[in-house]
Each structure stands twice: as C-alpha cells, then as structure tokens.
C-alpha cells in the first residue's frame, strides 16, 4: 500500500547510523502497548465465542490475524531484539459455543461491534503518544505503522457499524 511507503520513506533518512539505546519512554510505551495488544487480542478471541453475526466473526478474525497478531510480533521482536523483558501474557482463549450464556452475562453484537472501534481508536491514540514521545525513528516507524494499520481497520469496523445503524455519533452542537 502506498501510505506504508510513504511513511517508510519518510523515516528512511533517519534509519541509518548507529541505534542509541532504547530511552525510558520508549521502552514504557513499547512495553504497554504490547500488553494492550495482547490483551485486545484475547477480547477478539472472546469477541468471536460470542458473537451471533457471521459478519461480525469475520471482521473480528480478520482484526486477530491481519493486525493485532502482526503488530504483536513486530513489537516482540523489537524488544526482544534490543534486550527488554517481554510482559506476561495470558494464555489463547479455545474456540467454543457460548451462546447458550445467559443475555446479561455476554456482550451482544452491537456491544462487541463497539467496543471492537473504542479499542482501535484508543490504540490509534495511545500509537500516537508512542510516535511523539520516541526519539530513535524507528520506533517513530513503528507506532507510525501502527496509527495506519489501525485507523484503516476502524474504517472497517465504522463501516459495519453504520450498516448496522449502531455507530454512536454525538449530537450536533449549535450555539
């Protein structure tokens, strides 16, 4: 895609040299977003037990797979690279049949729908902290990334949610 070019380009001139160390910051916000990602990921995996929509699975898997798994990946592999202890992490939540569960006791389809777009768009702004704090440009790169990867997948989600006339909007503001 080009916008992963454009912004891989844009870092580019500052890629080169050699890497100070990891400062503070840095490590702080790879660190939690990571044990955010990890746990997004188990909310998709009780998303996908509970949901009732066929659309609704897909999109959630299609979010596991295709961008909180990778995501996940690439910031282990950072750290891990640069010698920073990984957070604990949970283990996969089975693939089962729940939807016998009482209505209080799950979220409905509309309730995942809108906590799937809450979570993105709180990881599009806590990316966005993670690339004003860094100093190295490749962690810029990498929350960069993210900003993208995640804004695009909550067009995605904003577009079910109209579908499904569930999207909450704010009243208009007149003065």
């Given amino acids: 895609m080009k916008l992963f070019e454009l912004i891989h380009d844009t870092f580019e001139p500052f890629l080169d040299g050699e890497k100070k160390p990891l400062n503070v910051m840095e490590v702080t916000n790879l660190w939690f977003f ?20 066929e659309e609704l699975k897909r999109i959630i898997l299609d979010m596991k797979n295709n961008l909180h798994i990778p ?12 010698g920073v202890p990984l957070p604990q992490s ?14 209080g006791a799950k979220l ?7 906590l799937m777009s809450y979570n993105l768009a709180s990881g599009v702004t806590y990316a966005a ?9 490749d962690v810029g790169l990498l929350f960069s990334k993210i ?5 695009l997948a909550g067009l995605q989600v904003k577009q079910y949610l109209e579908q499904n006339k569930w999207l909450r909007i704010p009243p208009s503001y007149k003065s």
């Fill in 71 to 82: 995501i996940r990946n690439e910031i282990r592999d950072f750290l891990t690279k640069e």
């Fill in 108 to 114: 409905n389809d509309e309730e995942l729908a809108n």
């Fill in 147 to 151: 900003i993208m990867k995640k804004t």
């Fill in 34 to 53: 990571l044990l955010g990602t990890e746990t997004t990921l188990r909310n998709e995996e009780l998303g996908y037990n509970l949901s009732e929509d």
């Fill in 129 to 137: 902290r993670g690339l004003t704090e860094s100093i190295r440009a």
């Fill in 90 to 103: 949970t283990p996969e939540k089975p693939v089962g049949d729940f939807q016998n569960l009482p209505e």
